[in-house]
């Protein structure tokens, strides 16, 4: 049965929520369109990147640029491996109708030009993943113990070592890279990864100590008190408490070490020469072979840029809250 | 359950002293209770006695055995927080579980669900064991302190505040599920608190610390009716105990500020001048009283009204049990209960 009109709950309207003035309306719409805005500019020369590794030889330089056009893997193939150029006269068509060719054969093939072994950017990657990898890990590791001994222990003169610590980050790298290449010379670590790793580490010590101390200074020592009572030792209590709550703070700077030592550039290309050489270095070395490949470039520059893309991705949570840290109440 | 004894226990923190040759014994089942304002070093004895802190001097003895050199862990105590107790990254089960998983006990993981459960049980806190920390209220957090404490049975139960993090309805409920707890267990318990009535409600015995001293060890009774010192007498007691300058002259007291006259008896053993404690209850307004006075400001607190006399210069306060309608200047006539009068000499230290 219908309720009488007269009798159904009269709707106060100056207090529904859904009322929203034009002028509220439209600062919310601007605010949308200009972050839009802002991320389109932002984003112009990735974008242009992620085409160009995805255009043919031709398509990359013609002029007008072409915004439509089809994509291939002619970048990408032409990174990861070595070719030989094939003309007609020594049986192109021949080698194009061996059937145990694979996809990126027939790519290149129909360049004129015949797949004959990995390029040394495969080694290079491999290099890059291994030293960013490992001093990343060895530079949170050793990080996160000085931060708690600094955090929780009487250290004698903390202050002027947490400088000292600082400090080695006030020079440019650029600038010790001479002194360290003739160091490096000398004890034979000059183009090994080992160098490197070591390196890398120091480097994103400072920075992994000074992040880290934030975040353990932030834990109350009344956790690993309680621990100590409860029957564990101080590494236990360390272990079993303290670690876990700085899972947050770990993220962060494992994110911030790696993406210094995967993106470095100055050290490596001064301290490696082939052996031990890291990606960064090498995308531009291509340049001079043969011509401007520009769809190479671009393939390497995506390649490259994707690995760290996606741990930042994976960790973004921790690292909003990493970043934000101490300014919000958790 | 154990006895727990300190022994001239002095503690420095650079050049402030957090604690100044304190001695005391906690017996065995006892519930001991340190009164001090913040900064008294209740935390720090609590702190030495589970060896989070080496005293400078002195000795903890655990059943008579001195144990400077234990770690926390084989001292076998408990300490519940003032907050932050629960470790965050688990669950309440976890919480409880961990002192009997430590390393010195693993217990089998059976005989610990076992205790856990009878426990939670008695704190009725069953229905949380399956959440994490966070998710729990302040009263909850503190009972699952409490219970991870008891549930190993340690020799002495330390608890730092741990109701004062609560609000008044909440800490007035746990005060006596602990007492209750506590007689029931038979854990000797070392409890610091700078909430008076926590200290007289709970307390079978309490020792008033202050400024790193130990003032004063007695039953509540004796901390409330015969303070050793102005400072214990003030500390407790609620409204504050009155206290007058006084002096002795032909046989009487004179209460100099208020004008006020008191015959005396065998008063040899007291100075010319000195201090004249009168808590609030021992002030009564009776329409025939032999004082005069005029009415200041009354506070009803329900089952009582506290009510502030003005007599010539001074201010006297009277506890009167009710309700009763005061209004504001006027005449009032009261006695003075001459048996529990306090009387302190010029150091403030009880005659």
Same mark, same amino acid.
């Given at each position: ?330 | ?166 609000? +008044? #309805? &909440?800490?007035?409920?746990? !005060?006596?599920? =602990?007492?209750?707890?506590?007689? %029931?267990? /038979? $854990?000797?318990? @070392? ?41 214990? +007498? #003030? &500390?407790?007691?609620?409204? !504050?105990?009155? =206290?007058?300058?006084?002096?002795? %002259?032909? /046989? $009487?007291?004179? @209460? ?60 006297? $306060? ?34």
């Amino acid at each position: 049965m219908n309720t009488p009109k007269s009798k159904r709950p009269e709707v106060n309207y100056a207090t529904r929520v859904d009322k929203v003035t034009f002028k509220s309306k439209l600062t919310r719409n601007l605010k949308a369109i200009l972050t839009v805005i802002i991320a389109f500019i932002v984003l112009i020369p990735v974008f242009w990147m992620a085409a160009t590794s995805l255009k043919s030889r031709a398509d990359a330089v013609a002029a007008p640029p072409k915004v439509i056009f089809e994509p291939s893997m002619e970048g990408f193939i032409g990174l990861l491996t070595q070719r030989r150029q094939v003309t007609a006269a020594q049986g192109l068509e021949e080698i194009k109708q061996d059937p145990n060719l694979k996809w990126y054969d027939r790519v290149m093939l129909n360049r004129g030009q015949q797949i004959v072994g990995k390029s040394e950017y495969v080694g290079y990657l491999k290099n890059s993943a291994i030293t960013a990898g490992i001093s990343t890990i060895l530079s949170v590791l050793f990080g996160l113990f000085s931060a708690y001994a600094f955090s929780r222990f009487k250290v004698a003169g903390k202050g002027d070592l947490l400088f000292f610590i600082l400090s080695t980050r006030m020079l440019p790298p650029i600038v010790v890279t001479i002194p360290i290449f003739l160091l490096y010379r000398q004890l034979g670590l000059y183009d090994t990864t080992f160098g490197l790793i070591i390196l890398y580490t120091v480097f994103n010590l400072s920075f992994s100590v000074w992040l880290m101390q934030g975040f353990i200074d932030e834990i109350p020592r009344e956790y690993e008190e309680a621990a100590l009572v409860d029957g564990y030792s101080r590494l236990q209590a360390f272990f079993k408490i303290v670690l876990p709550q700085t899972i947050t703070g770990l993220a962060a700077t494992t994110v911030f070490c790696l993406i210094f030592a995967w993106n470095e550039y100055a050290f490596a290309v001064m301290l490696t020469a082939q052996k031990a050489r890291t990606a960064p270095p090498s995308i531009p070395s291509v340049l001079g072979t043969g011509g401007i490949e520009w769809a190479q470039i671009a393939a390497g520059a995506m390649g490259f840029l994707i690995p760290v893309a996606i741990v930042t991705f994976a960790l973004r949570n921790y690292l909003l809250r990493g970043v934000t840290f101490g300014a919000v109440r958790r | 359950m154990s006895e727990l004894t300190l022994q001239n226990i002095t503690k420095k923190f650079g050049a402030i002293t957090a604690l100044d040759d304190v001695s005391f014994t906690v017996k065995d089942n006892e519930f001991f209770v340190l009164l001090g304002p913040t900064g008294a070093g209740k935390s720090t004895t609590l702190r030495v006695v589970c060896g989070l802190e080496k005293p400078d001097s002195g000795h903890v003895l655990l059943d008579g055995v001195i144990c400077d050199d234990s770690t926390p862990a084989d001292r076998d105590v408990a300490i519940v927080f003032q907050q932050y107790s629960l470790y965050p990254t688990m669950t309440v089960y976890d919480n409880m579980a961990f002192p009997l998983r430590a390393p010195g006990r693993r217990l089998p993981e059976a005989e610990i669900r076992q205790k856990i459960e009878a426990a939670a049980e008695k704190l009725r806190i069953t229905h949380l064991l399956k959440r994490k920390t966070v998710q729990l209220s302040g009263g909850e957090m503190q009972r699952v302190s409490i219970g991870r404490a008891i549930v190993r049975r340690p020799r002495v139960f330390l608890m730092d505040e741990p109701l004062s993090n609560l609000d +008044a #309805k &909440l800490r007035e409920a746990l !005060r006596a599920e =602990l007492k209750h707890l506590q007689k %029931v267990e /038979g $854990v000797t318990t @070392l409890f610091v608190t700078h909430d008076q009535i926590e200290a007289l409600t709970m307390a079978d015995r309490i020792g008033v610390l202050n400024r790193g001293r130990l003032i004063q060890v007695g039953t509540p009774e004796d901390i409330y009716d015969r303070p050793a010192n102005m400072y214990v +007498a #003030k &500390l407790v007691g609620s409204p !504050r105990i009155n =206290l007058v300058s006084a002096e002795r %002259v032909d /046989g $009487v007291f004179r @209460l100099t500020e208020m004008g006020i006259e008191l015959p005396l008896e065998d008063s040899d053993h007291l100075p010319d001048h000195f201090t004249l404690g009168i808590r609030p209850e021992d002030v009564h307004l009776n329409p025939e009283g032999k004082f005069s006075g005029e009415i200041g400001i009354t506070e009803p607190l329900g089952v009582e009204t506290v009510v502030h006399i003005h007599s010539q210069e001074g201010e006297i $306060v009277s506890l009167a049990s009710g309700l009763i309608q005061l209004n504001f200047g006027e005449p009032v006539r009261f006695d003075i209960n001459r048996d529990h009068l306090h009387f302190f000499n010029s150091q403030g230290d009880r005659i």
